[in-house]
Structure formats: C-alpha cells, structure tokens
C-alpha cells in the first residue's frame, strides 16, 4: 500500500516510530492519533509506503482528501473513531535506555495531571456541559483538549485563565463544599441567603436574585446586539461560560474571528466580574447588595479596560509581539461609541469607549 500526504510533519512523525514508541510518546503532540496510527501501520502484514506529494497543486488525490477533510469538519455529529491499539502494541511508558532527566519529570508531571485533572468526575461534568452548549449554539462538538486550549488562549488575562480552569474543576468553596463540612457555621455558606438556593458557581452566575448577575448580562447582550451577524444573544448557562472561547462565528463559510474573540472577552469579563461582586457582597460587605448604578459603573470599566489594552497592545512598538491591529478593529467594530465620528485608524485616539447605555462609560 502507498499512502500519499501533503504533511511533511507526519512523515516526520512516522519515520521516527521508533523514537516515539521508545520515549512512549510522552513529548508528543497529538499523542492519542500518532500512537493508533503507527499501531495501524505495525498491524499490516504487508509493505506500507510512504510517499510526499505537493498540495494545493492540482493533485487529484490530494484535492479530494481536502475535500473530504472540509466535509468532515462542517459535520454536525462527529464520527466515532477507535483510537485504541491492539494490546500487543499499547505502549505503557518510556524505556530505561531511552530515559532523560527532563524525559522522567515530564513522565511525572503528566501522571500527576491525569490522575489528578482530566479524570475528576466534577471536571468531567463540565466538560459534557461545554460540549453541549457549544454544539447547541455553534454546530460542533469540541476535544477536551481543545477545550482546555481556548482557556489558556492569550486573548484572556491570567486571572481570567485561573478563573476559567478553577470553575472547570470545580476548585472554588462553593455550594456543596461547604455542606460536607462538620461545622453548622461553615454549613450555612452552602446556601445563598438571598435565593435560599445551592450557592454553586451554576447559581452564581446564572441564577442569584442578588443585584449584579442579571444586570451585567442584561448590559453584555446590550453590546452583543451591536453586532451584525446571524448569532443571537442569550442568558449563558455554566456551559456556555466556560466554553466562551469556542465559539465559531460566521458569515457563510468564513468565520469572523473579530465576533468570535468578542463573545469570548464578553462573557469571559462579564462572569468574573459577577463572581468578583459576589464574593464583595458576601465577605467585605456582609450581604449588603450593590446599587444598579455602582453595577453598571463596575461592568462599563472592566469592558473599557479591555478596549484600552487591545489598543495598546496593537502598537507597532511590540513589533512581532503585537496584537495585529486588523483583529483590534474587527473585534469592536460596531460597538464603539460615536464610532462614525472617530478616525479610520482609531486604535491611536485616546478616549475611545464602548457604545453602551445607562452608568458612566468611564466606569466613575
């Protein structure tokens, strides 16, 4: 059999089985597929060639694989397929000889990641929650590896990367965590005193009657509604929260990465900013609840300073490292305020703010 690929990267990849299979794929990107696909070649009794041919040049076979691969993408459900080698292949680890330092401390630091991350049911839980609300709203299902991706990303802040990662794993002392504790003070803050409701993150930031967490949902479809394209804004669910940088927006075939990475600071910005209040309002303030107003203000500000950072970081002395001033533009294009009064080029005004209603823009 002669397999042709376009992919000098998996040729790589296959014509060193061998190192893979000894260091047991542990500094592997895409461990899982290039593990079952050497096993599928080993399977073979026969001879399996291997052979590099141009892409995008007219290539009969290739432009059909392409066309396949497109097909497979833009598909609502995705195929099962078993990735599990035969046990006569399944490497369990790294051998002796192979072993580095650097090698054995990876080895242990994905053991520990595994046992102690990807495999908590509650960490599970949420994962199915993303993947449902994502296909619910954009049409495709996510990898968990994909997932845990989009909340590293750096279009979101450390603290908005820490937050994101604790929600998923269910980190925080909320609801039911307090309820297992031995002490009826420490009991008590497993209900929020406002809804008389589990006080999990799902209830924080998508249900609590306390002043905050339906206004600034309320203010983000506000902005959202700006926007000119075919997705329309709803209250988001835990799912949809933590899913928030996979969103796939899009204008026929094109995906309007502008919108995309808008939804993803909206709700990303929005979420922390209701669980910051909360945690005012409960510690610092001894339950007193904000004014709408101070609410308004806090979310009008936290929007602001993402605006003002975008444009910092687009300019030209980042050199390389700078945010490609072209995304900038197309992120917050629409809902800029007096945006037709503005310059082309308004990422170098001072003072440009989001086009919202009600507080002040400034967040004073």
Not at 55 to 82: C, L, P, Q
Not at 153 to 177: C, M, N, S
Request: hydrophobic share 35%; charged share 25%.
């Amino acid at each position: 059999m002669t397999i042709e690929t376009d992919s000098k990267y998996v040729l790589g990849l296959l014509k060193n089985a061998h190192e893979l299979e000894d260091t047991g794929f542990i500094n592997t990107s895409n461990a899982k597929l290039v593990r079952s696909t050497i096993a599928s070649l080993r399977l073979r009794p026969t001879q399996t060639l291997l052979k590099w041919v141009k892409g995008h040049s007219g290539h009969e076979r290739n432009e059909g694989a392409d066309t396949m691969a497109k097909e497979a993408v833009g598909k609502v459900k995705a195929s099962y397929i078993n990735l599990c080698p035969p046990h006569t292949l399944h490497v369990t680890g790294a051998k002796i000889s192979a072993m580095t330092q650097a090698l054995a401390y990876k080895v242990i630091m994905t053991q520990k990641s595994s046992d102690a991350d990807m495999y908590r049911r509650r960490t599970e839980i949420n994962i199915m929650r993303v993947q449902n609300c994502v296909e619910d709203m954009f049409g495709y299902i996510p990898t968990p590896e994909t997932f845990w991706k989009s909340i590293r990303h750096k279009d979101l802040e450390l603290k908005l990367q820490i937050f994101l990662w604790k929600v998923t794993h269910d980190a925080y002392w909320t609801g039911t965590r307090w309820a297992n504790l031995p002490k009826p003070e420490l009991q008590e803050r497993a209900i929020c005193s406002v809804c008389e409701e589990v006080d999990d993150f799902a209830h924080i930031l998508t249900k609590c009657q306390s002043p905050g967490q339906e206004t600034i949902w309320q203010l983000a479809g506000q902005l959202w509604g700006k926007k000119a394209n075919n997705i329309p804004w709803r209250t988001p669910t835990i799912g949809d929260i933590l899913g928030c940088g996979l969103a796939r927006i899009k204008n026929q075939q094109v995906i309007l990465t502008g919108d995309c990475r808008l939804w993803k600071l909206l709700i990303a910005l929005s979420a922390y900013l209701i669980w910051t209040l909360r945690c005012e309002r409960v510690i610092a303030n001894e339950g007193r609840p904000f004014q709408q107003i101070e609410i308004q203000n806090r979310w009008n500000k936290s929007i602001n300073n993402q605006l003002k950072m975008d444009c910092q970081m687009a300019h030209k002395r980042y050199e390389e490292k700078a945010l490609p001033r072209g995304l900038v533009i197309q992120t917050w294009r629409g809902v800029i305020k007096d945006e037709k009064n503005l310059p082309m080029d308004w990422i170098d005004t001072d003072g440009v703010l989001v086009g919202i209603a009600g507080g002040s823009d400034d967040g004073g």
